[in-house]
């Protein structure tokens, strides 16, 4: 049963005797201003956009490699553009803090149990981050040569 | 550290105001005076007709969770002492995202019907006669669910969800991690009947990760990891529903 | 029993790609498109890469990289939408440009790495 009083606080002034005229407080589009935290949500929710971003670029890139070495270095002429190289520095940024956000959470959502306890957060957390370290070593490795 | 600390703390009467406002208020700092303590001074010396709820005192109740300076808290577990230092003044709100019935007291049905919809009871499937003796738990299955099992209700977690805020039917934190504290009882088999509240948009669907429940929980619930966890749990089930499909 | 809502499925696809996303673009991102056109690293040359990008293996990789990470982009990007700018009751629009974004982005990528 619910006894929600739609308008309340917008109704005339009055009291009911037998239901309290509730104030219902209006939440702001702007709540994720009102606080450092909720700020740092938004902006870890936001690094999304420098992923797809990157991932944008990258097919636009494949394309120009396929076009043939004309395009291709075409491409590379606009990636040396200073705001191009700007924007990128920002996403790199953002796509780190989405990296390092990520692996820091993960271990709530998949608690490793060992000897009947929940083991410390960091201690999951830390094989991620050496994969991340190999994965990027290997990868660097196949490109530059 | 000043003698004197001012508190702002927010009224309403249904009767009378349209809107919250503020009223000061003077109390002396004791060393070892909460903001309860402070209230208390103040309904019993100079207004007695602020309203709050208060019980225990002492941090197993959950009825004094307040905004003290934009934060969800215990009222009964914030020295004044931590403001006064800083020549502070202390903001007293009525808990974040909830109807306001009067002053600091706010309106609690929807988040109850909330928690009843989850059914946090144990739900066994075949119960075992009496002559069986009791339920036994090794100490590793209590663990799973033991931290869950600490939730008070204090509705700290809804003040500092802004998803609570945004989306009024979201279920909300401490409601599934109390629905996740028994489906991982040993001694449960409901989690069948919990999932089309829990696996549900306005369920853990709705949560974002956001953190800030897990952040002011006063007794390290962590309703955040439970919600994560139950979104895997949720995943696994919904890949099962392929594979052997079950009847309605 | 009933089954858990099909939520389950985008945020099945939201987790793999945050995990893509999160090994992957950082060291990709700073090699393509910062340490070669800064040139604080030889970049290779247009046959070289393109050797590389035609071998199999690296279409598949590269295939892995460009869909999933797209897809978490769309159920997150879906999320702050409805939270950051309120406008859960644009839902359906949402739907469709979010997760409609990442298919044709996925498309793309998967003829590119056919063809090229």
């Known amino acids: 049963m619910s006894m929600m009083n739609e308008d309340a606080g917008k109704s005339a002034p009055g009291y009911t005797p037998f239901h309290p005229r509730w104030y219902r407080p209006h939440v702001s589009v702007y709540w994720w201003l009102g606080e450092w935290h909720y700020l740092k949500f938004i902006l870890r929710e936001l690094s999304s956009v420098a992923v797809a971003f990157f991932v944008i670029e990258t097919l636009f890139m494949l394309s120009a490699l396929h076009e043939g070495p004309e395009a291709y270095a075409h491409f590379q002429a606009v990636l040396r553009n200073p705001l191009v190289v700007l924007i990128n520095i920002i996403s790199f940024l953002f796509v780190v803090f989405h990296t390092i956000t990520w692996f820091n959470l993960a271990p709530s959502a998949m608690p490793v149990r060992m000897g009947g306890k929940k083991l410390p957060e960091a201690l999951v957390a830390a094989p991620s981050y050496v994969a991340w370290v190999v994965i990027s070593a290997i990868v660097c490795w196949i490109v530059l040569h | 550290m000043a003698d004197k600390i001012t508190l702002e703390i927010a009224r309403y009467s249904p009767e009378h105001d349209q809107e919250p406002h503020f009223q000061s208020f003077e109390v002396p700092v004791h060393k070892e005076w909460v903001v309860l303590d402070a209230l208390n001074h103040i309904k019993d010396t100079v207004d007695g007709t602020l309203t709050y709820r208060w019980s225990c005192r002492m941090g197993i109740c959950g009825s004094c969770g307040m905004m003290v300076n934009g934060e969800p808290k215990l009222t009964c577990a914030t020295f004044l002492s931590s403001y006064a230092k800083n020549g502070e003044k202390i903001r007293v709100e009525p808990l974040r995202y909830f109807p306001i019935v009067r002053d600091l007291v706010t309106e609690l049905s929807d988040f109850l019907a909330k928690l009843k919809k989850v059914k946090p009871w144990l739900l066994p499937k075949d119960e075992p006669p009496l002559a069986q003796g009791e339920f036994l738990q090794t100490p590793e299955q209590v663990d799973r669910y033991k931290q869950f099992s600490m939730c008070i209700n204090c509705t700290l977690c809804y003040a500092a969800c802004p998803v609570v805020g945004l989306d009024p039917v979201f279920v909300g934190p401490a409601a599934i991690a109390l629905a996740q504290r028994y489906n991982m009882d040993s001694r449960d088999q409901g989690a069948g009947e919990r999932t089309a509240i829990l696996a549900h948009p306005d369920g853990v669907w709705g949560c974002t990760f956001v953190g800030e429940c897990t952040r002011v929980c006063p007794k390290h619930v962590d309703p955040a990891g439970a919600i994560q966890q139950y979104k895997i749990a949720a995943v696994l089930d919904w890949l099962k529903s392929f594979v052997a499909p079950r009847g309605a | ?116």
């Open chain 3, 1 to 116: 029993m009933a089954k858990p809502s099909n939520e389950a499925f985008f945020w099945m696809l939201f987790s793999a790609g945050g995990v893509v996303a999160a090994l992957l673009i950082p060291v990709q991102l700073f090699l393509f498109f910062i340490a070669f056109p800064l040139g604080w690293l030889q970049a290779p040359s247009h046959d070289s890469l393109i050797s590389l990008v035609r071998m199999p293996l690296v279409r598949i990789y590269l295939f892995i990289l460009c869909s999933l990470p797209l897809f978490h982009w769309a159920h997150r990007f879906r999320y702050t939408l409805y939270d950051g700018l309120k406008v859960k009751h644009l839902t359906g629009l949402i739907f469709v440009l979010c997760y409609g974004g990442a298919v044709v982005g996925t498309a793309i990528a998967a003829c590119l790495l056919w063809t090229i």
